[in-house]
């Protein structure tokens, strides 16, 4: 499968972004989706994209590797307090582990990969969260549009 070309993506409300605003780089619809919802939510105070980098290391090379989160928000709750995400948005096949298979094919062997180091990172921005009093969401296309 292909991956989409990245574009660039425009907030109507560019003061609540919390850096370039005329450098936003989207790599699917569903991060657009995501940006535009940031962007014209009265509760969000600010957020960022790709701009938290969180060191990882890879179970695939044991070597350390850079993961860019996909947005980060502060957002005000109902009571007034302000909490800070970091948000990955993901498929969600690609946050399950993948059934064990008979026959061991190159797709299979991928998609045990892609796992594997979507674990990694996700512990690591977990932790990463702990560490500061943030919290660390992962939105599927079951949270974007309520399906899989």
Request: glycine share 2%; net charge positive; with cysteine.
């Amino acid at each position: 499968m292909a991956r989409p070309t990245p574009r660039k993506w425009y907030p109507k409300n560019p003061r609540k972004y919390d850096g370039d605003a005329n450098n936003i780089i989207c790599r699917s619809s569903w991060e657009v989706k995501v940006c535009v919802w940031l962007d014209t939510a009265v509760n969000v105070i600010s957020w960022k994209s790709e701009e938290i980098v969180v060191p990882y290391m890879s179970p695939v090379d044991q070597r350390y590797h850079r993961y860019f989160v996909d947005f980060f928000c502060k957002i005000k709750s109902k009571d007034g307090t302000i909490k800070n995400y970091l948000i990955e948005v993901k498929p969600y096949k690609q946050t399950q582990e993948p059934a064990i298979k008979k026959k061991i094919t190159k797709q299979y062997i991928t998609e045990v990969t892609t796992w594997a180091v979507n674990q990694a990172k996700f512990k690591a921005a977990t932790e990463y969260c702990k560490d500061r009093g943030w919290e660390f969401k992962i939105l599927t296309e079951m949270d974007l549009f309520g399906k899989k």
